[in-house]
């Protein structure tokens, strides 16, 4: 979840163009939707989930640790992230890319999640 909370983070500070220009607020980050369509980026508000499952409280601590600039080491230059196995127990191989998004290179899997940054010469305005 600290991967994933950075993700979010770093959307924010990116700033770049198309995928993230304008994004002000993690809220901006967290309702996006991918360009040209009204599809949300990320399945929990998909399906809407995000908004049926209470924090415990260790969720709000990571939540106020990022909000306070805490960022994960591993995913410190992530910009992308899926569960390639929605509803399973296991991962399935992660794709070079990020699905709907060519301008992405893998870069990492942890546990269910595939982890991407983007191809060089994308978003300088974050990868300085």
């Not at 060519?102 to 991407?116: L, R």
């Amino acid at each position: 979840m600290n991967m994933v909370g950075t993700v979010v983070a770093n959307r924010v500070e990116a700033d770049c163009s198309p995928d993230f220009r304008g994004l002000r607020y993690i809220k901006d980050a967290i309702y996006q939707t991918i360009p040209g369509t009204e599809t949300p980026h990320f399945e929990h508000v998909l399906h809407g989930s995000l908004c049926t499952q209470r924090p415990n409280e260790a969720d709000l601590q990571r939540a106020r640790d990022v909000l306070h600039g805490y960022r994960d080491p591993r995913a410190r230059n992530s910009l992308w992230f899926f569960n390639p196995s929605q509803g399973k127990k296991y991962r399935a191989p992660c794709t070079a890319t990020m699905p709907r998004s060519p301008m992405t290179q893998f870069d990492f899997a942890h546990k269910n999640h595939c982890f991407y940054v983007g191809v060089p010469g994308y978003c300088n305005e974050f990868y300085r």
